[in-house]
């Protein structure tokens, strides 16, 4: 899935999340109460060396 997060994150040392940008993500299967909290993890990318993971309410789906 395709999303924006509603805020600007960053991680020190290993880059950031802008919100004017898409990334790609996947759902946080591997976590309890992944659905009911809409658990996800944005992917590595260019500006993340890392996984990040977000609850509901921290991004915005763009393409599902």
Do not use: H
Not at 5 to 20: F, I
Request: glycine content about 6%; overall charge negative.
């Amino acid at each position: 899935m395709k999303i924006k997060t509603k805020l600007n994150y960053s991680m020190s040392g290993y880059g950031q999340l802008n919100k004017d940008k898409t990334y790609n993500a996947v759902i946080a299967t591997n976590q309890p109460d992944y659905e009911v909290e809409g658990k996800i993890f944005v992917e590595a990318n260019d500006d993340l060396q890392i996984e990040l993971l977000l609850k509901r309410g921290e991004y915005e789906i763009i393409k599902e």
